[in-house]
């Protein structure tokens, strides 16, 4: 069975970090390339950040630069968002989601893609 999970949110104080692992199994998990969205209740799910099948190519959204990194260890196939300096306005619903082939990561992080896989989301709250 395909089954895409994200994991590791929790409760942090704004300036605070978390890392988020999404982890993959039953798919060929180094010919897809993985995408991280959130979503608040009410609000458009937003693409965070997006990463390449090899990890080679990575592309973040302006909201994020600076504070989140995205990373991928096709061994464990598992990709990683860490995310530092937290803010309020990053609590969300954190999703892992992923697409075969080599899309354009800008693209991906904006939705133009149909994804193939969605994981179970996680949840990020940073209190002020």
């Known amino acids: 069975d395909v089954q895409l999970q994200a994991f590791g949110g929790g409760l942090v104080q704004s300036g605070g970090a978390l890392r988020l692992s999404c982890a993959a199994s039953?798919?060929?998990?180094?010919?897809?390339?993985i995408g991280w969205f959130r979503q608040v209740p009410g609000k458009e799910r937003e693409g965070v950040s997006c990463i390449s099948r090899s990890g080679g190519g990575s592309y973040l959204v302006d909201s994020v630069k600076g504070r989140f990194t995205i990373s991928r260890d096709n061994a464990k196939n598992t990709v990683y968002l860490q995310m530092n300096s937290l803010k309020p306005e990053d609590t969300a619903v954190y999703y892992c989601?992923?697409?075969?082939?080599?899309?354009?990561?800008?693209?991906?992080?904006?939705?133009?893609?149909?994804?193939?896989?969605w994981g179970k989301g996680t949840q990020v709250t940073v209190s002020s």
């Open positions: 039953g798919f060929p998990f180094d010919d897809y390339a």
């Open positions: 989601a992923a697409v075969e082939g080599v899309p354009i990561l800008e693209r991906l992080c904006r939705s133009e893609y149909g994804m193939h896989y």
